[in-house]
């Protein structure tokens, strides 16, 4: 910072508290985590969570998560960030990888993120896994796994309302010697790894699942034998259920994605027109009356919510690799379901549903270094809520 910069600094200094703050909250995230070395004072009102919740995160800038799209590589990573309030991309190498992650890890495997939830983020290669707040540059590995030796899936999920600075992470996976699927959980509360419970036998996992977390329960597809179905697992009861997903008969389909957008889990699907490779129709579906019991059957139904306009649909037409997995990712933002395409692998574009006003819409597409371009089906998606308050346990 130079003499003229610390000078003003000085004279803001000067303002009423209220002010300050009020003005402080306007700064991008960026600028926040750099003032932060103006003085100690700024340090404690930056890094208090009562600035953050009630003065910064409620600014139309930084009232929603951003849309993130990232890649870890050659022991650096770069991101891309789209504001939904300033309709803008953002390129950042630094902000979410400031710290050697390899070195860290220790090891020489592809390092992946795995998610996000509440500023953090979840990033792993093998069986090692660490939780970073990205905007503090602080970090922490996780305990070796002690019951699960193949991992199917994890992810991180947010504390609730009563511990909001505390976060989960959440592993699938099979176990040695018994060989079975079970459910582990690390809670930052208490540091340790439990197990929360054992998927019923009938829902073995065949291949990879994309989770998500909806409400207290996690969420996973699972494919057999070509019936794809939807398992939904209540973290703190330990208990799961099953439910088909919704029928579509005598139409070649796509695979299934899932997502949650709020506190709705919802599946969308694409529908190939007969004779050719090319998308006839996106359906969206959201799952209505969710029950997780101890019978593992559920109450719940599927309610279609929208359909893909058919010109948007032509757009992906015009640039799709494959057929079966015509999206890069699917995740929801806030309330914006967000449908990832890589275009012609030199360009990211988003197609998106606004889940409350019902409406379709088209982001800016998003050029990509050259350097990407090669490593793009690398890249993880997630919606990503800035938090320079929340610490890492």
């Given at each position: 910072?130079?003499?003229?910069?610390?000078?003003?600094?000085?004279?803001?200094?000067?303002?009423?508290?209220?002010?300050?703050?009020?003005?402080?909250?306007?700064?991008?995230?960026?600028?926040?985590?750099?003032?932060?070395?103006?003085?100690?004072e700024w340090n404690a009102l930056i890094s208090s969570a009562k600035f953050i919740t009630t003065n910064w995160a409620e600014k139309p800038p930084n009232r929603n998560p951003c849309l993130v799209v990232q890649w870890l590589f050659l022991q650096k990573g770069y991101s891309l960030a789209y504001c939904f309030f300033t309709g803008t991309w953002k390129k950042n190498n630094s902000i979410f990888l400031s710290f050697p992650l390899r070195q860290e890890l220790e090891t020489e495997y592809p390092i992946r993120c795995y998610g996000s939830a509440r500023g953090l983020l979840?990033?792993?290669?093998?069986?090692?896994?660490?939780?970073?707040?990205?905007?503090?540059?602080t970090s922490l590995q996780l305990p070796q796994l002690p019951s699960i030796r193949r991992v199917f899936a994890i992810g991180i999920v947010g504390g609730d309302s009563e511990s909001r600075d505390t976060y989960k992470v959440v592993v699938m996976g099979k176990s040695n010697p018994l060989n079975e699927h079970i459910v582990e959980i690390y809670n930052s509360t208490d540091k340790l790894w439990r197990i929360a419970g054992h998927l019923p036998e009938e829902n073995r996992l065949g291949r990879w699942p994309e989770m998500v977390?909806?409400?207290?329960s996690l969420y996973f597809l699972i494919c057999i034998n070509d019936d794809w179905r939807i398992i939904g697992f209540n973290i703190r009861e330990g208990t799961s259920f099953s439910t088909p997903l919704p029928e579509m008969a005598n139409e070649k389909r796509t695979c299934p994605y899932l997502l949650v957008c709020g506190s709705r889990p919802l599946v969308m699907r694409g529908i190939v027109k007969e004779g050719e490779l090319l998308l006839q129709k996106v359906i969206i579906w959201e799952l209505e009356n969710v029950k997780v019991d101890s019978s593992s059957s559920s109450s719940s139904r599927w309610k279609e919510i929208a359909r893909m306009p058919p010109h948007l649909c032509e757009g992906i037409n015009?640039?799709?690799?494959?057929?079966?997995?015509?999206?890069?990712?699917?995740?929801?933002?806030?309330?914006?379901?967000?449908?990832?395409?890589?275009?012609?692998?030199?360009?990211?574009?988003v197609v998106v549903y606004n889940i409350s006003?019902?409406?379709?819409?088209?982001?800016?597409?998003?050029?990509?270094?050259?350097?990407?371009?090669?490593?793009?089906?690398?890249?993880?998606?997630?919606?990503?809520?800035?938090?320079?308050?929340?610490?890492?346990?």
């Open positions: 910072m130079g003499e003229m910069d610390l000078d003003r600094c000085l004279h803001f200094c000067d303002f009423p508290e209220y002010l300050r703050d009020e003005i402080l909250a306007w700064l991008p995230v960026q600028d926040l985590c750099r003032f932060r070395c103006v003085c100690r979840l990033v792993g290669a093998a069986s090692a896994f660490v939780v970073s707040n990205p905007l503090t540059r977390f909806c409400d207290g015009r640039t799709m690799c494959d057929v079966d997995y015509p999206f890069m990712c699917c995740t929801g933002v806030g309330d914006h379901a967000c449908f990832v395409t890589t275009g012609d692998y030199h360009a990211i574009e006003e019902k409406t379709w819409s088209r982001l800016p597409n998003c050029p990509l270094d050259e350097d990407i371009v090669y490593n793009i089906w690398e890249g993880s998606v997630m919606a990503f809520e800035p938090r320079p308050d929340m610490k890492v346990l």
